[in-house]
């Protein structure tokens, strides 16, 4: 996986993009070949793979839990509240 090494990069895309706009670089590949440095590799670890695998499990049925009850909700008819 390449890794941005600056710590903005969505700040220097911007940058890019409005350079493209005012005519300082003709594409966005020359941008990048002014504003930016090689990405870093990182190369993934399956141990940690598989730990963070389990969490993101949990994470997305703890969501749909969420958004099902969520959605619940919403399909009920508006209840009016009426004021003694």
Not at 17 to 25: D, E, K, S
Not at 40 to 45: I, L, M, Q, R
Request: hydrophobic share 50%; charged share 20%; glycine share 4%.
């Amino acid at each position: 996986m390449r890794v941005a090494v600056v710590p903005e990069a969505p700040a220097v895309g911007a940058a890019i993009l409005a350079g493209m706009a005012n005519g300082t670089f003709a594409c966005a590949d020359d941008g990048v070949t002014a504003l930016t440095q090689p990405a870093a590799v990182v190369a993934p670890d399956p141990e940690v793979h598989t730990r963070y695998s389990a969490h993101r499990r949990r994470w997305e049925a703890a969501r749909r839990a969420v958004f099902s009850a969520s959605d619940a909700v919403a399909a009920q008819p508006d209840i009016a509240f009426s004021h003694a």
